[in-house]
């Protein structure tokens, strides 16, 4: 039973223009959310993270948002850059220190030069 | 900082022999270390959750005796696949955490096991 769910297995992006990244979840117990970002043959490394309290959160040329009576969570990216190509998670947890993350299935994003 | 690293990076095996997959986080101590089995197509999945010195807390669906969990010191945690299967062929990848600084969980690069 897939709780994390990103729909878009591919994207490709013009570079400068915006990437956005979706992200659906389904238990109404999730409060903290988080994007990893993972280059070929190197493991996930953490993006930005946003707690439900919140409906955006922004870093620089990432920024998250979040609909909590959707379920659904996006990043957005902008401009994009080609450095930007690469596989996005989206995962979700009860409460920041929890142990188990749900990941989603993973969004390929290429940024065309 | 917080680098973890995973050996081998991909290893081939006979059915029924075992494999160890080592997972170190390398300038950190890590208080928990988990392990993480991706199937292709599928999302990264929770295995194991592990503290050092303690056994490890596995999910369900999950058979201990078959994954075989040892977190011996804050920076180092091993995995054993006994008696692995052609099922059991998938990638394998372990986080770390830290915990004082932050709950950040830290992953390391992943092992693709296949088993003939």
């Known amino acids: 039973d897939q709780q994390v769910k990103q729909n878009s297995p591919s994207l490709s992006v013009q570079e400068g223009r915006i990437s956005i990244l979706n992200c659906d979840y389904t238990n109404s117990m999730f409060d903290y959310f988080l994007w990893y970002k993972k280059y070929p043959a190197e493991g996930p490394t953490f993006l930005i993270s946003i707690s439900s309290i919140k409906d955006k959160n922004e870093d620089g040329r990432f920024t998250v948002f979040l609909n909590k009576s959707a379920k659904h969570l996006s990043l957005h990216i902008v401009p994009s850059q080609p450095g930007d190509s690469a596989v996005y998670f989206c995962a979700a947890s009860e409460g920041t220190g929890a142990n188990n993350l749900f990941f989603g299935t993973g969004t390929r994003l290429t940024v065309i030069p | 900082g917080a680098v973890v690293s995973q050996h081998p990076s991909w290893v081939i095996c006979k059915s029924g022999t075992s494999v160890k997959i080592e997972c170190r986080s390398l300038?950190?101590?890590?208080?928990?270390m988990f392990w993480y089995r991706q199937f292709p197509k599928q999302s990264l999945m929770l295995m194991a959750t592990s503290n050092e010195g303690s056994k490890a807390t596995y999910e369900q669906g999950v058979e201990k005796d078959k994954f075989l969990i040892n977190h011996a010191s804050l920076t180092l945690s091993t995995l054993t696949v006994t008696s692995a299967h052609p099922e059991d062929s998938s990638f394998y990848i372990c986080?770390?955490?830290?915990?004082?600084?932050?709950?950040?969980?830290?992953f390391g690069p992943g092992t693709r096991l296949t088993v003939t």
């Open positions: 986080s770390a955490r830290e915990q004082v600084i932050s709950d950040e969980q830290y």
């Open positions: 300038d950190f101590q890590a208080t928990t």
